[in-house]
């Protein structure tokens, strides 16, 4: 069961967590959000964000407010920043994206108790030091996240069943039937396949998502959605080439909560590394990734954090040289082919058809 230390739940009454980086990094930050309520009932919890992920905490019960990082795309200016945050008056912050600027903030803010990594040069902002290498992917960063409440004295039980609550309201849902009215999916059983990975893992070809799409379409008849985000439509437009025009591309249109519930009408989530993938986990749906054999993108520690999944990884050497400095396609995703790719998703199919649960009618 949860438990804190004596005295430290009359101590801590105010807790700011802060994660100010990527999509499927801050979704991955979720199920700290109902262990700190297990652990502190009647604290008030913030969270320090940038406007672009803060979408996905609007609605979360175990929210009381959402601190913007950015105006306009821009950092609010550090002074104003350090300001806000003295006037609220945590008695406690988490900083999970360790950044110096970020640690001086907390620092500079008058946060009593500053919880951070141990292995930067800037550790010393932080008076609770965590000495764990995430880098070495030895967790998932799910884990690496819940480890960081020890140092709130809030001890997570090992049989703690992760939470990733994403509120859909109304309007989404609406938002996305027409999206698919519009395409002529109305009700059809759809996959979606999304191909980029906004630069953050070695990405596995358009080509190949392509042949995916098309033996979706041809073998299993099911409608196939091509998603991506800005700057990904001639990535996007690649795969649907490939797919002969029978893909449907998807790019820029929906907010990150009609993006989730789009997704959780889909059959199925195919894609590489990234946050879209994340955002399905808390979706329910079922989801294929594919991921790199590179440690430090490894799916031990950037995975999907579900049982509903299948990941594929190139069966060459850990961390081999050949694509080190290629952050997106490489000849090692490569070997992973379509063929692997369909029947992995035709089994995953199948299971969740023999099981039943968590099916979405599409």
């Known amino acids: ?126 008076n609770k030091k965590v000495y764990e290498h995430r880098k070495d992917a030895k967790r998932h960063e799910v884990e690496y996240n819940l480890s960081l409440l020890k140092e709130l004295s809030c001890r997570v039980p090992e049989d703690f069943a992760p939470e ?43 080509k190949n998502f392509g042949q995916l799409a098309l033996r979706f379409r041809d073998e299993m008849y099911l409608k196939v959605i091509v998603t991506g985000g800005k700057g990904e439509e001639v990535k996007v437009s690649d795969v649907v080439n490939a797919s002969n025009g029978k893909a449907i591309p998807l790019v820029g249109k929906l907010s990150i909560k009609e993006f989730g519930a789009l997704v959780r009408s889909a059959r199925l989530f195919v894609s590489n590394s990234t946050g879209p993938l994340h955002l399905a986990v808390a979706m329910g749906t079922p989801v294929v990734g594919l991921f790199p054999q590179h440690t430090a993108m490894s799916a031990r520690r950037w995975g999907p954090y579900t049982e509903k999944n299948v990941v594929l990884v190139p069966d060459r050497p850990l961390d081999c040289n050949v694509c080190v400095e290629n952050k997106t396609a490489c000849e090692c995703m490569a070997t992973i082919s379509a063929e692997q790719v369909f029947q992995s998703a035709a089994s995953l199919l199948n299971r969740r058809k023999t099981h039943g649960a968590g099916v979405h009618a599409s």
Not at 12 to 29: E, S, Y
Not at 171 to 194: C, T, W
């Open 1 to 126: 069961m949860f438990s804190i230390a004596n005295g430290t739940s009359r101590q801590i009454k105010r807790i700011l967590l802060v994660r100010t980086d990527r999509l499927g990094d801050v979704i991955l930050t979720l199920p700290m959000l109902p262990a700190l309520r297990k652990c502190f009932p009647d604290a008030y919890i913030a969270m320090l964000l940038r406007r672009y992920t803060g979408e996905v905490f609007e609605g979360n019960p175990h929210v009381n407010e959402l601190i913007w990082y950015d105006r306009d795309g821009q950092l609010i200016p550090f002074d104003e920043m350090c300001a806000t945050l003295r006037s609220k008056q945590f008695d406690a912050a988490i900083v999970v994206y360790p950044r110096f600027r970020l640690a001086w903030l907390m620092f500079r803010s008058g946060i009593p108790l500053r919880i951070g990594t141990g292995y930067r040069y800037y550790s010393f902002l932080f």
């Open 164 to 206: 990733f609550f994403v509120d859909i309201p109304r309007e989404a849902e609406e938002k996305a039937r027409r999206l698919l009215d519009s395409v002529g999916i109305a009700d059809k059983p759809f996959v979606i396949v999304h191909p980029g990975s906004g630069g953050s893992a070695r990405e596995w070809s358009p």
